[in-house]
């Protein structure tokens, strides 16, 4: 009974490449988030959607694009593949609406770009 | 915006001795301050949350401080166990969803 679940857990792949990540939440949450953890395990936020829309984009490059096709869902899309983008990427859920509570994880996604 | 800064970075002790991580935050509008456990090879866990209108909250062995007019807050592990051996992380959040986190502590508890 996986709470957020991500999918692959593993992913190696040449520059230049485009790959997608992709979460699923079973918690009835109405906002999921997307973090990147760097190799000094430094965790920052990417994005966060509330019922399918975008409410945080943190500064980051036009070549990562989440994608929630309803609100269970929120997929990371990653364009034209750079060394400098292998992290582990976390995707969350939480019950939004304004008081904030608890955020739960999924197992990650490690990401090396070779 | 906000920064949030946590120390130590590692952190070694005994079995049965207390640990203590400590955080500071820039933004005074910050309002929700959990931490979290990560073990190897998974994603991070809630251990215990606090917020802004509580200075002090127990769970077990663990227990979070926090001072509101210094910008600080503190996590307590009382009685470590070898399972207590992870990352812990710090965070603070303004109700926006958007947890700005510290930088991590290593926890290495030694049987």
């Known amino acids: 009974d996986t709470a957020v679940s991500q999918t692959p857990k593993y992913l190696v792949t040449q520059m230049g490449n485009d790959k997608s990540i992709k979460c699923e939440q079973n918690?009835?949450?109405?906002?999921m988030y997307w973090y990147k953890q760097d190799s000094k395990k430094f965790l920052k936020i990417m994005f966060s959607?509330?019922?399918?829309?975008?409410?945080i984009n943190e500064t980051v490059p036009n070549r990562f694009s989440p994608k929630s096709p309803d609100k269970a869902h929120l997929n990371l899309h990653i364009n034209s593949l750079e060394l400098g983008d292998s992290a582990v990427y976390f995707c969350?859920?939480?019950?939004?609406?304004?008081?904030?509570?608890?955020?739960?994880f999924g197992q990650g996604t490690r990401l090396t770009v070779v | 915006g906000e920064n949030v800064e946590q120390h130590p970075s590692t952190l070694s002790v005994q079995e049965g001795d207390s640990a203590v991580i400590k955080c500071t935050y820039s933004?005074?509008?910050?309002?929700?301050f959990p931490w979290y456990k990560q073990e190897l090879g998974k994603g991070p866990q809630l251990i215990i949350d606090?917020?802004?209108?509580?200075g002090e909250k127990k769970d077990q062995r663990i227990a979070v401080t926090l001072n509101k007019t210094a910008k600080h807050f503190s996590l307590h592990i009382t009685e470590t166990q070898p399972e207590d051996s992870a990352v812990y992380f710090c965070?603070?959040?303004?109700?926006?969803?958007?947890?700005?986190f510290g930088q991590g502590t290593t926890l290495q508890v030694k049987p």
């Open positions: 933004d005074s509008a910050s309002n929700y």
């Open positions: 959607y509330n019922n399918k829309e975008l409410i």
């Open positions: 965070a603070a959040s303004i109700n926006t969803g958007k947890l700005i």
């Open positions: 918690l009835g949450h109405d906002t």
């Open positions: 606090i917020r802004s209108n509580v």
């Open positions: 969350a859920s939480s019950q939004g609406g304004g008081v904030w509570t608890e955020a739960f």
